[in-house]
């Protein structure tokens, strides 16, 4: 069966530092890859997505990058983090086709807090 | 862009209860699905439901994609329901997989 996970779970960086958030999924290939980030106040909003490695979109501008280094291997990158970066990013994957196209699978996420 | 709504914002609950929350959206869509977020957070995948019917338990889906809207039931409910309900759509126009979230309904269920 399929498994995705993210790492660390929780993290506190100081405002400046760098940022690596990983997420690896077992189980599948070629699945698509998504980076969320979630803000106090519940709402998701989608920040990147692969189709393949090397592939990445940018959905929201800001001073977050991603990059897919393998195929079943999504990263999360910041060289300064802002107060603002601070929330719960999520990892998701699918696969395209099926009888649930795209239907979207979330790791367990990552808390950031930025003081 | 297309725009997801979902009501109610808050819901309070005792257990056994049952309860129906509503999502409702913009535009055409070929993606609609629920999803249940703990209180650690982890989302959970309930249902993908663009249109029509389905059942799993307790909790049933349907999605009338003619009237831009869908519909989760919960039946009986219990303490572990508790959390954020998040409904989210991707548009025929849209990024491949952009999913659209709505922002979500809390339930707490009391004992």
């Known amino acids: 069966s399929q498994t995705i996970h993210q790492w660390p779970a929780t993290l506190v960086q100081p405002v400046g530092s760098p940022l690596s958030l990983e997420c690896t999924v077992e189980g599948t290939s070629n699945p698509n890859l998504y980076w969320y980030r979630q803000a106090a106040g519940r709402g998701l909003q989608l920040l990147f997505y692969s189709v393949g490695i090397g592939q990445i979109s940018s959905e929201v501008p800001q001073n977050l990058s991603a990059s897919r280094p393998q195929d079943r291997q999504f990263i999360l990158s910041s060289k300064k983090l802002l107060l603002s970066d601070s929330g719960f990013y999520l990892c998701a994957w699918s696969v395209e086709g099926g009888l649930a196209r795209n239907t979207q699978y979330f790791g367990p996420g990552t808390r950031l807090t930025v003081l | 862009g297309i725009q997801v709504e979902q009501s109610p914002p808050d819901l309070i609950l005792q257990e056994g209860a049952n309860s129906t929350l509503r999502c409702n959206f913009s535009?055409?869509?070929?993606?609609l699905q629920w999803f249940h977020q703990n209180p650690w957070g982890q989302l959970i995948n309930l249902f993908y439901?663009?249109?029509g019917t389905k059942q799993n338990g307790r909790l049933s889906a349907t999605t009338v994609a003619t009237e831009r809207y869908s519909l989760l039931y919960i039946s009986s409910s219990q303490t572990t329901d508790s959390g954020v309900y998040f409904c989210?759509?991707?548009?025929?126009?849209?990024?491949?997989?952009?999913?659209?979230f709505g922002k979500g309904t809390k339930l707490s269920v009391k004992p």
């Open positions: 439901i663009p249109s």
């Open positions: 535009d055409s869509v070929n993606n």
């Open positions: 989210a759509v991707e548009d025929y126009g849209g990024s491949q997989g952009n999913l659209i």
